[in-house]
């Protein structure tokens, strides 16, 4: 049986389903992380282990490939993640402060670093190509090319 569409949902019927195929089944579960349940395995604690999630099919929402780019914010040199090319950024990605998907909320101007390898944002050539982001959420709010 699958996750029902509409009413309560159950975390112990969750980890049934994620573990079993089973969401009303009766089987003891444990320890339960939502971590371990989205990404397979024990890894934070869980009584059982998790098959991997196929993330090959489509629609599949959840990415968990991470490609690294070192910013300054305010002169500090900071290495933060996105879930796409760099050359594929756009309004509304989310900014990571590492590759286990945690959120960078410092928000502010990111101005890239060092300034040739960042170029693939903008149509020819940019000094100082930056991105602003949200410090609740760590979206990317623009994208942009100008020194500060």
Not at 1 to 11: D, E, I, K, Q, R
Not at 65 to 80: A, D, E, K, M, R
Request: aromatic residues 8%; proline residues 5%.
């Amino acid at each position: 049986m699958a996750v029902p569409t509409s009413g309560t949902l159950s975390m112990l019927k969750l980890a049934r389903e994620a573990k079993h195929g089973d969401y009303n089944g009766t089987q003891t579960m444990g320890m339960i992380s939502l971590y371990d349940m989205i990404n397979g395995g024990n890894e934070r604690g869980s009584t059982v282990s998790y098959p991997t999630v196929n993330d090959d099919c489509l629609p599949n929402p959840i990415d968990r490939t991470y490609t690294s780019f070192q910013f300054t914010n305010s002169g500090t040199p900071l290495t933060v993640y996105v879930t796409t090319t760099l050359a594929l950024l756009a309004i509304g990605d989310i900014i990571y402060s590492n590759t286990s998907g945690d959120i960078y909320t410092g928000g502010g101007t990111f101005i890239q670093t060092p300034k040739s390898s960042f170029t693939t944002l903008f149509t020819g050539t940019c000094e100082c190509p930056g991105i602003l982001s949200n410090t609740t959420t760590g979206a990317i709010t623009g994208i942009g090319c100008g020194c500060p």
